[in-house]
């Protein structure tokens, strides 16, 4: 039975993962045709077209939209790089290139965080003040867990090195986090019920904290009853995963549809 249990969870999370990252690089196609785009061609108001007045390109505003430009570099590398360092088979059959992008996973973390700070505090809230401080308390934990990440990967302790990167990696993905649970929020209640326009409603509220801490929340979930847990543990875990892994490929088609698709 421990062992059905253990496949079972395996099997939960390796769905989600498949899920997510079909979303995810749908999220790097988009920023990529809108944004990457727009700077390739000197389109810059492409930059425009979705952010909301003083938070795209501003003329004149050179360290404003270096920050800007850096934070969307570098969610495209998470994207589509980021992603591969979690694959199993990439780790056991290219060390080398998992070393290598483990490296620039760290510096990107460090890069987005600190770019994203350096954004809110210059340019102001892009989503209400409380979406502020969910991101700013993101970005903190980023770091932290990317620091973490790190000394275990030097002391060679890649248990512990794994769990950190992990939250590294989840923490990364709080942007597109949100996104998702707006779509999913939005399709279920058919419309924008506890949203207003100055993202104070209850709903914005929850998000702008639920976006970054229930992720990280399964996560410890996760490992907690893959590391520890028993059979009934593991089932518990592998049904709770099959619930988020149909959320997340939920919100993705949502969010696609809905968000990305239109704007390119």
Request: glycine share 14%; aromatic share 12%.
């Amino acid at each position: 039975m421990e062992k059905i249990a253990g496949r079972a969870l395996s099997v939960s999370a390796t769905a989600w993962f498949v899920a997510l990252v079909a979303g995810l690089w749908a999220f790097g196609v988009y920023i990529v045709g809108l944004y990457g785009v727009g700077a390739v061609t000197g389109d810059w108001e492409r930059w425009n077209a979705v952010l909301p007045a003083g938070h795209g390109y501003n003329h004149g505003d050179t360290a404003g939209n270096l920050a800007l430009g850096v934070h969307l570099l570098m969610a495209v590398f998470v994207t589509f790089a980021g992603s591969l360092q979690l694959v199993p088979g990439i780790r056991g059959k290219a060390p080398r290139f998992h070393r290598w992008n483990g490296r620039a996973f760290i510096v990107v973390a460090f890069a987005i965080a600190l770019s994203g700070l350096f954004i809110a505090f210059t340019r102001g809230a892009v989503a209400g003040t409380y979406m502020a401080i969910g991101n700013m308390l993101n970005a903190v934990l980023l770091m932290l867990c990317a620091g973490q990440a790190l000394r275990f990967a030097r002391k060679r302790r890649f248990d512990l090195h794994g769990r950190w990167a992990l939250r590294a990696f989840v923490l990364m993905l709080g942007v597109f986090f949100y996104r998702l649970g707006m779509m999913l929020w939005f399709a279920a209640n058919q419309g924008p019920v506890g949203h207003t326009k100055a993202f104070d409603g209850p709903f914005d509220i929850a998000l702008a904290f639920g976006h970054v801490l229930v992720p990280v929340a399964i996560l410890e979930l996760y490992l907690l009853a893959r590391d520890r847990g028993g059979a009934g543990a593991k089932l518990a875990m592998a049904g709770g995963m099959a619930v988020v892994t149909l959320a997340t490929a939920a919100g993705g088609v949502f969010a696609t549809l809905g968000l990305w698709l239109p704007r390119l």
